[in-house]
């Protein structure tokens, strides 16, 4: 398995940063198409994973590659490692002027995300989570207390479709920022008690679970078991939605939230 080294983190995290001044140069400057999922695209997306594709290829051109616009790339073993790109996590905000977005990229190997990077380039916001287990915010290492009280100022952040698909017992709050990305830092560093995920792609998870899992955080199907990774590495979707957080919030979380049921 290849060694990811700090010199190697060093280069990644630049070659975001160089990203999101891409990404702020075309920022309330682009126009949005739809994808065949209904989805945004926009010209800002794809310069950008062709630029960080083009960064990973030359650190580590023994791994995989995977991105929400361009796929899957090469065909090295995956038990080398998995790239998974979302260029910016939060396209529709994006779109609309609004700040809440980011790049995101992280490293599968061995089935778990082991190292991330999630860059909020309008509120010039850098998490890192290197594979020696130590996770970073704006460079100073990140704690959270992972025994907090959940009360009425407690957030939970959930899809914007919440009102449509789930039924959730809380007293506090919730909140859809439009990124799932940033819902998952949001969640790890204490600025929410948990993410309700909906049934995420690989590329809008893996660089923030890894700041999660590095912190002791965990994501879990609704019925308690831990996500199964081989269920979505190469662009698959989850078999039913993801609650991510620490545990003592999962255990409150769990018996309240739940699906509504499909019409016949």
Request: charged share 25%; hydrophobic share 40%; proline share 5%.
């Amino acid at each position: 398995m290849s060694q990811i080294t700090s010199e190697k983190m060093t280069a990644l995290v630049d070659r975001v940063q160089q990203a999101g001044k891409i990404a702020r140069s075309y920022f309330k400057k682009t126009k949005a198409r739809r994808k065949s999922d209904r989805s945004f695209v926009t010209d800002a997306d794809l310069e950008i994973e062709t630029f960080l594709r083009q960064g990973l290829n030359d650190l580590c051109p023994e791994m995989e590659i995977i991105g929400e616009e361009y796929g899957v790339s090469r065909s090295a073993s995956k038990s080398k490692g998995i790239w998974a790109i979302d260029p910016i996590d939060g396209t529709e905000s994006f779109v609309k002027g609004l700040p809440v977005w980011g790049i995101s990229i992280g490293l599968i190997q061995s089935g778990r995300p082991v190292a991330g990077v999630f860059f909020l380039p309008m509120m010039d916001d850098m998490y890192i989570a290197y594979p020696d287990g130590n996770v970073t915010y704006n460079g100073q290492p990140i704690r959270k207390d992972t025994n907090s009280e959940i009360d009425s100022e407690s957030i939970l952040y959930v899809p914007s479709f919440v009102h449509r698909r789930y039924r959730i017992d809380f007293k506090g709050k919730t909140r859809s920022l439009g990124s799932t990305a940033a819902h998952l830092v949001f969640s790890a560093d204490g600025r929410g008690a948990g993410a309700l995920l909906g049934r995420p792609h690989i590329w809008d998870i893996a660089g923030c679970l890894a700041i999660l899992f590095h912190m002791g955080g965990q994501c879990i199907y609704l019925d308690g078991t831990p996500l199964d990774f081989e269920e979505i590495i190469y662009g698959g979707l989850p078999r039913t939605s993801l609650l991510a957080g620490f545990p003592n919030e999962l255990n409150f979380f769990k018996p309240r939230i739940s699906l509504v049921p499909k019409d016949k």
